[in-house]
Each structure stands twice: as C-alpha cells, then as structure tokens.
C-alpha cells in the first residue's frame, strides 16, 4: 500500500513539474520504464524508492538542462525539431508569393500541381489562373459560337450526372441532389474537376474530347473548288500532332478533314450559322477595290460557305477614278480572281438596292455579303490565295 502512495506520489511530482511535449516522451523512453518495473518485480524497500526516483529525475533534469549533455534521446528530438524547421511546406507560403508561383506554371505543370492535395487543386483549378491560359492559347478560336456550345456541353454532362444519380440512387436521392443543388456541387468539386471551371474547358479542348465549331479556310486543302473559301465546322484538337480534325456538314462527299493547321482556322466573324442567311449591312457602302465575303452555297439543302472577293468596275466604266461612278450604281459586280477570266464562277452581278439570296442550281446560290474593314482579314485572305490561277 505504502509501496503504491509512493509511486503515485512521484508520478504526482513529475506529471506537475513543468516539461515540453519532447521531454514528455522522453521521460516514458523504455528505459525509465525497464527500470520502474524491475524494481517493482524486485520489489524494492521502502527507503530506496525515493532515491532512485530522485537519482532518475535528476539524470533527466541535468541532460535537459544543458542542450550539449550527450544524452541520445534529446539529440535526436532535437534534430526532428531542426528538421521541421527546415521543412516549409510551399502551403506554408504566404498567399501572395504561392499565387506568383502558380501564375509562372503552364497549364501542364499547374495539371500536375492541382493533382498533389486538395488544397493545391483547389488553388490550381481557379479560374483566374486559368483565363491567361486559355486566352494566350485558344483566344483567337473560341468564339461566341464555341462558347455556347461549351455553355451546352457542360449542361449536358450535368444532366447526364443527374439521370446516372437518378438510375443509382433512386429517384427521391436525386430530387434532393435538385433540391440541394450547392451541396451537390461541392462534393463533386472534391472528387474532380468543377464540370464549369475554364480549367475543364481547356483540358476537353487539348484533350479534343470538345468539338467545338469554328471555320476552315480553303476547305479540303488541295481542293480547288473550295480556293478562297471558308467553311463551318466541327474541330477537335490532336495535340500529338498540333493540328486539328474537321467534320464538315454532310453533303454526300467527304466531310472529314485531317492536319488542318492553325493558320487555316478562324473564330465565325459574325453569328449567323451556316444554313441562315445573313443580312447584308454594307451593301451601300460598297465600291470598286473594296474587299468582300460572300455566303454562296451549291444548292438550297446546302450550308453556306464564305467565299472572298472584291468589288469591281461595272462594264460601262472606264476605270479611271476621276470618272468612275461605279458606287452610284445599283448593281455592283464582283469578282472571284482566283478564277480564270471567262469561269463562270469568276464574276457575279447583285443588286445592293434589293439583294437577297440570287442563283441557280447551276451557278450556285449568293447570299448575304460582308464588307471587310478589317486589315488582317484582308491581308489573311491574300495569304492564302493561290500563286497561280486554277482552271
Ligand atoms: C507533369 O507530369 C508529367 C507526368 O508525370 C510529366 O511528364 C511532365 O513533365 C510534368 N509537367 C510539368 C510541367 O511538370
Ligand atoms: C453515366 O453512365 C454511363 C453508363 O452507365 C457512363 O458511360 C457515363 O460516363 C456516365 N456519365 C457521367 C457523367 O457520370
């Protein structure tokens, strides 16, 4: 009994005495506790007890005191609280100096960071990181048309989640999912990428798992009958080679276009799709040198493509600036130079007064025209245009 009032009292006396967390485990070692239980097997008497506990706690005291007492055990306690020290997690950063760092990464070396925790995927995965990324990269391409279809894309996936919810959980799951649409949010957030993020559009983009529409230039390479043209169509992107897949509409003919580079894509100048006709604002602004597109489609049951020209001089001028009063005139001609002289394809007459769509099954059909103001546009187009003269 005395025997046990003496233990608790010198356990009383350590556990008050104050100690670090580091001395703490030290004072528990093995050691300390091989020798508390031999002398309890031993069963020691009453008046050594206090002097091996004291002798014990001074050895502890003295090495604690002085840092350089070679005691093994505090040596290496020491050494772990070094090297924590030394180990400043990049999550330790201030956030300002982390976000100038993640800034500096590429798009694949902030794919790989936001794969190391949830903090890091979090930070990785925000939009403003992002936005640089995507506008540096795909700013030229994406246009209003592709953006909708991104808006429609996601919409569909989450739709899809919902339905595959609906099919796994039972019906009432998902209604709460439709309910608490938030809480849903956030727990898919932490399992994968946020569906709506500009991260998850770039990497659907490079990945080319995203069609997304956008306009071919001289469509078919190779094909003269589409020389100075630009199409709509279907993209997907081959990273493994930097060049793009197309699929056009169908038409009965081929409508799969492979390597197509950079430079023979544009984003749609203007929002009018392919099978509507646009409505032609520059018809009184039209004059002889001045640089146009046309919509022009081989049949009604085709999309229009646009096709390049320029405005030229009617027969009765002469040609001479002074005298020329081509731009009074209600017809205005234009000229496809990419046709050899006599080509039915190479002149065509409208009516800038009342044009609307004007053709033949033989002759195709001309639809709405677009006056090119733009400088790069013009001169996009005379890079692409042929050194010689096809028949
Ligand atoms: C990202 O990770 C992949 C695979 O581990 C590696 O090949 C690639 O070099 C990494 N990219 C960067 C920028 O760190
Ligand atoms: C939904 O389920 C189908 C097949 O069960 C699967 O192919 C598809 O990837 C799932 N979609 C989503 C968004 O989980």
Not at 134 to 153: F, S, T, V
Not at 216 to 239: H, K, P, T, W
Not at 267 to 284: E, G, K, R
Request: glycine share 6%; with cysteine; aromatic share 12%.
């Amino acid at each position: 009994m005395l025997f046990f009032l003496i233990s608790c009292f010198s356990f009383s006396f350590i556990l008050l005495s104050p100690m670090k967390s580091s001395q703490w485990r030290l004072l528990f070692s093995s050691c300390f506790w091989k020798d508390l239980s031999s002398w309890l097997q031993k069963g020691i008497s009453f008046y050594q007890v206090p002097m091996i506990i004291k002798k014990k706690m001074m050895m502890m005291m003295m090495s604690l005191g002085s840092s350089k007492k070679p005691e093994n055990n505090v040596v290496v306690e020491e050494e772990e609280d070094e090297e924590k020290k030394k180990k400043i997690s990049l999550l330790d950063l201030p956030e300002l100096t982390l976000e100038c760092i993640l800034e500096k990464l590429s798009p694949d070396g902030l794919c790989n960071m936001s794969a190391v925790c949830s903090s890091l995927r979090d930070m990785c995965t925000s939009d403003h990181l992002w936005e640089k990324h995507m506008k540096h990269k795909w700013g030229r391409l994406i246009g209003d048309a592709a953006y909708r279809e991104w808006q429609w894309h996601i919409a569909s996936k989450q739709r899809e989640t919902l339905i595959n919810q609906t099919k796994h959980n039972g019906f009432f799951r998902s209604l709460y999912g439709l309910i608490r649409p938030k809480l849903d949010q956030k727990t898919t957030t932490t399992t994968c990428l946020p569906v709506d993020s500009i991260m998850a559009c770039y990497v659907s983009l490079e990945s080319g798992k995203f069609w997304f529409p956008a306009q071919v230039y001289n469509r078919e390479n190779g094909n003269i009958g589409f020389m100075l043209s630009c199409y709509d169509a279907q993209l997907s992107y081959d990273s493994r080679t930097d060049t793009f897949l197309a699929r056009y509409s169908p038409h009965g003919r081929r409508t799969i276009e492979e390597n197509i580079a950079w430079g023979r894509l544009r984003a749609p100048p203007i929002d009018t799709p392919a099978h509507v006709l646009h409505i032609s604002d520059s018809l009184n602004d039209l004059k002889p040198s001045d640089h146009i597109e046309i919509q022009w489609r081989r049949n009604k049951e085709f999309p229009y493509g646009w096709w390049y020209g320029v405005v030229g001089h009617l027969d009765s001028c002469d040609r001479n600036e002074n005298h020329c009063r081509c731009h009074y005139s209600d017809m205005v001609i234009l000229e496809f130079n990419q046709y050899p002289p006599g080509s039915r394809w190479r002149q065509t007459t409208i009516n800038r007064k009342d044009h609307r769509e004007v053709g033949n099954e033989a002759d195709g059909f001309y639809g709405g025209i677009r006056k090119l103001y733009k400088e790069e546009e013009i001169s996009m187009w005379k890079s692409l245009r042929p050194s010689q003269i096809h028949e």
